[in-house]
T-cell receptor, first 114, second 111 residues
Framework: IAGITQAPTSQILAAGRRMTLRCTQD?????MYWYRQDLGLGLRLIHY???????GKGEVPDGYSVSRANTDDFPLTLASAVPSQTSVYFC?????????????FGPGTRLTVL | QKEVEQNSGPLSVPEGAIASLNCTYS??????FFWYRQYSGKSPELIMS????GDKEDGRFTAQLNKASQYVSLLIRDSQPSDSATYLC???????????FGSGTRLLVRP
């Protein structure tokens, strides 16, 4: 069982380019999340999805979009990358979005926007 | 005021000592509390969850929750160099089901 996979592992991107970070889970979890992690700021929620076909905005959604066409995949797209989007991006999932569920994290994507 | 606050550290303890990590939160309605461990360059991994006041023990780890004072702590007994990592406190605020993370405390266990 792989759990959660993310691709690419790392990427250097020119400002203004479009980029999609991929996330796939094989645990049949309903809820999925995208976080960014910056030094001194901890993990901040970008977007989430309670179940396939639904998405919602998190704490820092501007400049990012997501889709959830099926249970397993939850890609994050940067339409026009800016240097402030340089960060480590983590995808996570949980069985459901209830108060006692724990979240399981993927290995992360390190993105540098120049 | 941040919603979840942690001292960034580093907290340095000798091998075999008890490491005490603290976290305070602002939302009195919070019901679920988690401690994640994150090694440098790796993803967070869950080590403890706690939902009611008091202590919860799991091996060398003890989570303590005091809702009246709005703090949650993690004790690591018999600390090992392999415990050196950043420990993230996370709080689920039931009003929105969001999981809010603190910025983490870096723990260094000296051999």
């Amino acid at each position: 069982i792989a759990g959660i996979t993310q691709a690419p592992t790392s990427q250097i991107l020119a400002a203004g380019r479009r980029m999609t970070l991929r996330c796939t889970q094989d645990m049949r979890h309903n809820a999925m999340y995208w976080y960014r992690q910056d030094l001194g700021l901890g993990l901040r929620l970008i977007h989430y999805s309670n179940t396939a076909g639904t998405t919602g905005k998190g704490e820092v959604p501007d400049g990012y979009s997501v889709s959830r066409a099926n249970t397993d995949d939850f890609p994050l797209t940067l339409a026009s990358a800016v240097p402030s989007q340089t960060s480590v991006y983590f995808c996570a999932s949980s069985p459901d979005r209830t108060s006692t569920d724990t979240q399981y994290f993927g290995p992360g994507t390190r993105l540098t926007v120049l | 005021q941040k919603e979840v606050e942690q001292n960034s550290g580093p907290l340095s303890v000798p091998e075999g000592a008890i490491a005490s990590l603290n976290c305070t939160y602002s939302d009195r309605g919070s019901q679920s509390f988690f401690w994640y461990r994150q090694y440098s360059g790796k993803s967070p991994e869950l080590i403890m969850s706690i939902y009611s006041n008091g202590d919860k023990e799991d091996g060398r780890f003890t989570a303590q929750l005091n809702k009246a004072s709005q703090y949650v702590s993690l004790l690591i007994r018999d600390s090992q160099p392999s415990d050196s990592a950043t420990y993230l406190c996370a709080v689920r605020m039931d009003s929105s089901y969001k999981l809010i993370f603190g910025s983490g405390t870096r723990l260094l266990v000296r051999p």
